[in-house]
Nanobody
Framework: HVQLVESGGGSVQTGGSLRLSCAAS????????MGWFRQAPGKEREGVAS???????KYADSVKGRFTISSDVAVGTMYLQMNSLKPEDTAVYTC??????????????????WGQGTQVTVS
């Protein structure tokens, strides 16, 4: 079965950096869209970044220029490099995957598989 496991969260000061990892297993497909989402207390879940099979990427305006999404297909892992972190980046970050292209995805509801989430706290 599909399994996604995040790691790399933690607490950093404003301006610091963190790299999140999402290890994916349990499937062999040729087309996928993987995304990072975050949810802060009292707020709705929001999309942060996405990457597809062809390494096309997309970012939320709030993280453009600071976050970089990437993937290493050989090891089945997706990453989110987060630089210049701000207190408003504080949230639980979760990775998700859907087995079709990102162009066909409109939001979190389109992703059937999710990780457990990792906390990022910026102070």
């Amino acid at each position: 079965h599909v399994q996604l496991v995040e790691s790399g969260g933690g607490s950093v000061q404003t301006g610091g950096s963190l790299r999140l990892s999402c290890a994916a297993s349990g499937f062999v497909v040729s087309t996928y869209c993987m995304g990072w989402f975050r949810q802060a207390p009292g707020k709705e879940r929001e999309g942060v970044a996405s990457i597809d099979t062809n390494s096309n990427t997309k970012y939320a305006d709030s993280v453009k220029g600071r976050f970089t999404i990437s993937s290493d297909v050989a090891v089945g892992t997706m990453y989110l490099q987060m630089n210049s972190l701000k207190p408003e980046d504080t949230a639980v970050y979760t990775c998700a995957i859907v087995f079709r292209g990102c162009a066909t995805v409109s939001g979190p509801a389109d992703f059937p598989y999710w990780g457990q989430g990792t906390q990022v706290t910026v102070s």
